[in-house]
């Protein structure tokens, strides 16, 4: 079976994810950026962002903060009206297989079945057609969809079809993975189980995620660094690096007291500014 590179074979030892002095290199930029769906009132405004390589990044903050905007710009659908946005120092000019995107609607094809659905994910990127398959089941595997290859939306859960949608961004190997409020629509159970997948996939994968939630719990228990936004113009009010014990995924986590302790700063943190 054709692997998925690995973070170990495709990126330096020093980029791991839980080498705390071995982090710096970034691989998106937000520069003074200014932003508005209308030029008289803006969203953001001088707002700045790194994300760096293989992180897992969480963006936190009041509903119409601007969270989906940023996940708009680093995506390239929208396009800033002063400042830059870069992805290894390349002013970001459209969408990129090179940036995977998550939505809370998930969007698959009802028409085609999952592997379909997740080869879909090659439209930006041009390899051969073997190779394009044998990934495919490669990540069917890895989010636990064998035996489902054949099946349409219609026929799968709603915390099968997050994983089609995440497979079918993940199968590219996006250098970042953008993903807004990806678990909101599914049952608190399927959602921790999908955390723990989704953890585990990123230590497999490389590359840098970027997730947007409402859930500190979530951010808590996903995330390396959390940022939390202002209400006004996308400002950072607050961050703050996690650290949970090995392996990250493990969901006794989600009890320790290390995990409670994060989770009261962060929870009157947004209680201050909500
Ligand atoms: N397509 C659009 N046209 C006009 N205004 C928009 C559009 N999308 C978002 N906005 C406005 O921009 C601001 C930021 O919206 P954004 O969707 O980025 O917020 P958010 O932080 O993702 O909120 P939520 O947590 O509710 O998803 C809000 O005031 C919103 O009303
Ligand atoms: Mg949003």
């Known amino acids: 079976m054709t692997q998925l590179p690995s973070k170990s074979s495709t990126i330096s030892p020093s980029l791991d994810r839980h080498s705390p002095h071995l982090t710096e290199d970034e691989v998106i930029c937000l520069d003074q950026v200014a932003f508005g769906y209308s030029r008289k009132r803006l969203v953001l405004q001088d707002f700045g962002l790194s994300i760096r390589r293989g992180e897992f990044l969480t963006l936190l903050g009041p509903s119409g903060c601007g969270k989906s905007t940023i996940l708009n710009l680093i995506a390239g659908f929208h396009k800033?009206?002063?400042?830059?946005?870069?992805?290894?120092?390349?002013?970001v000019k459209g969408p990129s297989a090179r940036r995977g995107v998550v939505f809370q609607g998930n969007a698959l094809f009802d028409w085609m079945t999952v592997e379909q659905n997740i080869a879909f994910g090659f439209r930006f990127k041009s390899l051969p057609k073997y190779e394009q398959q044998q990934q495919v089941k490669t990540i069917i595997e890895l989010v636990g969809l064998r035996g489902s290859e054949r099946k349409y939306p219609y026929q799968l859960s709603g915390g099968m079809r997050q994983r089609v949608a995440v497979a079918r961004s993940m199968v590219v190997q996006p250098e970042i993975l953008l993903m807004d409020e990806p678990f909101a629509a599914v049952d608190v159970q399927t959602r921790e189980g999908l955390q723990e997948e989704l953890l585990k996939l990123h230590e497999q994968v490389a590359g840098a995620i970027l997730f947007v939630t409402h859930s500190v719990e979530e951010a808590v228990f996903l995330s390396d660094r959390i940022v939390i936004l202002d209400r006004d113009l996308g400002g950072i009010y607050h961050?703050?690096?996690?650290?949970?014990?090995?392996p990250r995924y493990a969901s006794m986590n989600r009890v320790s007291e290390a995990f409670n302790h994060y989770r009261t700063e962060l929870y009157l943190k947004m209680k201050a500014i909500s």
């Open 80 to 91: 800033p009206l002063s400042g830059r946005v870069t992805h290894s120092g390349q002013v």
């Open 239 to 246: 961050e703050i690096s996690i650290q949970l014990p090995e």
